[in-house]
């Protein structure tokens, strides 16, 4: 009799267990237009408010692309870059790397928008990935395919920011090799990059190669103009000093960015080494005769980069306020 019950269980048990693995994988992944039933107007409400920011505040579209990489690279997009400094627990916003940030408040502006209309349903990790991709619009880049249904994590990472993220003179192979860690090629890699066709870069990471002599990677004219925005070698960390990425269309997600390489005109050792790499100059080349060709290639890896390592059910929360997570 037991043995009898055992066995039709078991084999139930194996009948079942494929539905079981599909039921379970298809619960942590993502999916395009998760919000459907749960929440139909959250793609269109965020766009909203991305818009409105953007008429108010146009740089916010620069933080919206940066946040994304710096939520994503340190370990999965799940709004861990989001979290604020509670009780001794630093926030990743505290890492030497993610400075110049900026706008945060700004992410609490369009979760507002979603609470009142879906409370605790919309996470901050998706806000993150929707916000990039609509802010990329904004700044007249591509049109950027994206699935939901991310979940946000209940700690911050400091120390994993400070190592995962690439540091501005990073070598070009370490810098390769830690996006092909999370599935993005030497292409990929090379359009992501051009996200620094938009935003700034404080002098504290350009003094280096300006002075005591100037970086002979550089154009001199360039580095002149440079000196003059950045007139000491040391300069206060609190300082507002800046360059702008791309002087001529620092708002345009375009390929200037490559055009300035080939002459000699990036701002990070980062940038510039992608002219110097045969590994990577190739596409340099490409992406700069060819703006339809970079934008593909940026969508192409933006998604990718954007769908790093989702986190399953229980591991995740929905926030309800990004800056926090929530007390049980
Ligand atoms: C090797 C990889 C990368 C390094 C070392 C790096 C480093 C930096 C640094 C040092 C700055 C200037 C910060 C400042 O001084 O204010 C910056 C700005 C920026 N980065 Fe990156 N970055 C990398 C890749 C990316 C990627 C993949 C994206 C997005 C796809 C991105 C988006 C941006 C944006 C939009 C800004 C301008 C931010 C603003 O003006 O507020 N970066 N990055
Ligand atoms: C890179 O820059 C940092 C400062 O941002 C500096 O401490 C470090 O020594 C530099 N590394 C290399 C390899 O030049």
Redesign the pocket.
Known sequence: MATNNHHCCSSLFFLLLPLLVLFYSAKSDLQFNYYAQSCPNAEEIIKQEVTNLYNKHG?TA??W??N??HDCMVKSCDASLLLETVSGVESEQASQRS????NFKYVGTIKEALEKECPMTVSCADIVALSARDGILMLEGPRIEMRTGRRDSKVSYLAEADNL????N?SSLS?LSQFQSIGIDVEGTVA??G??S?????C??LVHRLYPSVDPTLDPEYAEYLRGRCPTPDPDPKSVL?VR?DLETPMILDNLYYKNLLKHKGL?I?DQQLVSDPLTSPFVDKMAADNGYFHDQFSRA?QL?SENNPLEDDQGEIRKDCRYVNSN
């Open positions: 740089n620069v933080s692309v940066r994304l990489f400075f110049g940030m900026r993220l690439p540091n501005h990073d810098v992501l990059l996200a620094h938009v935003g700034r870069v404080h504290v990471n800046y990425n990070l980062v933006f980069l």
